[in-house]
């Protein structure tokens, strides 16, 4: 459907499902494609799906269960498929979620279904003059797997040539220091060295005079043993502020929100109904540990 975009045809699927079709949701989700676009609203009631065109925002949206945001169209194309995990997506900041997870997250039982209902009409259009078979959908299917694994290599071996042409200082500088997170952590390790050396010249001091109270020395060495806790904590964080464990952590967010580990999440919304708050997971598909290739590339 040319004049359609992907988001519209499947939403538009989801609220012609035949009648003998149930579906495993009950709720309501907002969906939007586009931060500052309009709203669709699905309410999961008795099996069937309703599809509401809410605007951009209001109270209708606030009282959704949950709230899902793609940044584009193109990022929703991606989920829908497998291009993209949702756990990626939603570290890079390209999908959005508030409410409720497990709603969100049993949401995906509505593109599986909208989805089969697309191939099967799809599969009778006529592809020069006869109908499309089954092995002509696995051909295309097959040769849309293979152009996304040569465009991946493509784009892998571009980011590797890239990175091997920087000087060595700038590439340690992207894989250590080049995430805000990185730099935060790096900046704590250096003030708790500082904080411990202080206190360790502090105790000397203390401990050479003879006429200093024992519970002015304990304290000082209190003070020496917290501040080795302080840089032991940094250090930890300097390891956890990698980018690829930043994505390897939201995989496993998102793994305990669809197994039904948490319950339901407040949203810190905005004014228009939005869901800058709580990001966590769903969307369509789920991303399986993604790893992410080394900042410097």
């Known amino acids: 459907v040319p004049e359609q975009s992907l988001s519209d045809v499947v939403f538009s699927a989801m609220g012609r499902l035949p009648a003998d079709r ?7 989700v907002a969906m939007r494609v586009g931060f500052k676009d309009s709203w669709v609203i699905l309410r999961g009631i ?3 799906v309703i599809v ?3 605007g951009v925002g209001g109270a209708s ?7 899902i945001s793609y940044a584009s169209e193109e990022v929703f194309r991606l989920l829908m498929d497998d291009e993209l995990g949702s756990a990626r997506a939603v570290a890079l900041g390209k999908l959005r979620v508030a409410g409720s997870m497990v709603k969100a997250s049993a949401s995906e039982e509505l593109f599986v279904v909208a989805e089969a209902l697309i191939r099967e009409e799809l599969s009778w259009v006529n592809l020069g003059g006869q109908p499309r078979s089954e092995l002509a959908r696995q051909e295309a299917e097959e040769a849309r797997c293979e152009e996304a694994i040569k465009r991946a290599a493509e784009e892998s071996q571009r980011r590797t040539e890239r990175a091997a042409a920087r000087p060595r200082v700038q590439r340690w500088a992207l894989r250590h220091v080049g995430t805000d997170a990185q730099v935060g952590a790096w900046l704590l390790v250096a003030g708790s ?4 050396f202080y206190c360790e010249q502090e105790t000397e001091v203390v401990s050479a005079q003879l006429l200093a109270p024992s519970m002015v020395l304990r304290a000082n060495q209190l003070y ?3 501040s080795l806790l302080w840089l032991a904590g940094s250090g930890s964080l300097v390891h956890a ?5 930043i994505l390897l952590l ?20 905005s004014g228009d109904g939005g869901d800058d708050g709580a990001s966590s997971t769903a969307s369509k598909k789920g991303g399986a540990d993604e790893k992410n290739s080394a900042a410097a590339v």
Do not use: H, I
């Open 52 to 54: 509401d065109d809410a």
């Open 224 to 226: 020496y043993a917290s």
């Open 241 to 245: 502020s990698y980018p690829e464990r």
């Open 22 to 28: 149930k579906v495993d949701f009950e709720g309501s």
């Open 250 to 269: 939201a995989t496993r967010a998102e793994q305990d929100a669809k197994s039904g580990r948490y319950g339901e999440v407040d949203g810190n919304d």
């Open 46 to 48: 008795g099996g069937s």
């Open 193 to 196: 060295m500082l904080y411990a």
């Open 61 to 67: 949206v606030k009282a959704c269960d949950a709230r």
